[in-house]
């Protein structure tokens, strides 16, 4: 339980400063990324640099709303995101969830 834990706080942490590398090492093998807003889905080979991409577009930190559902595969959670330059998280950007 305190690795998934561990887990959870490292894929927050590689969202957080924009770590691609980080994030990468986090996802299963297999992993598909689903963004609900662009409507897109990425895989294989070409995840890698979506991610990259991402991460250069997006200049957010994320905290993590309410409790995080443990799942047999992985997890659901809540988080709001903020620009970077708002340390204080006073002024938040959008509501997400990631599972």
Known sequence: ???RQNRIHEYMAAWSTRDAERL???????????DAFWAETCSGTDLPQYIR???DEEKY?????????QTP???VLRYTAF???DKAGNSPVFNGADF
């Open 24 to 34: 990468l090492s986090l996802l299963h093998q297999q992993a598909s990324w689903h």
């Open 1 to 3: 339980m305190q690795d």
């Open 73 to 75: 595969n992985g997890f």
């Open 61 to 69: 930190w994320y905290r993590v709303d309410g409790e995080v559902v």
């Open 53 to 55: 991409d991402l991460f």
């Open 83 to 85: 620009y970077l330059d």
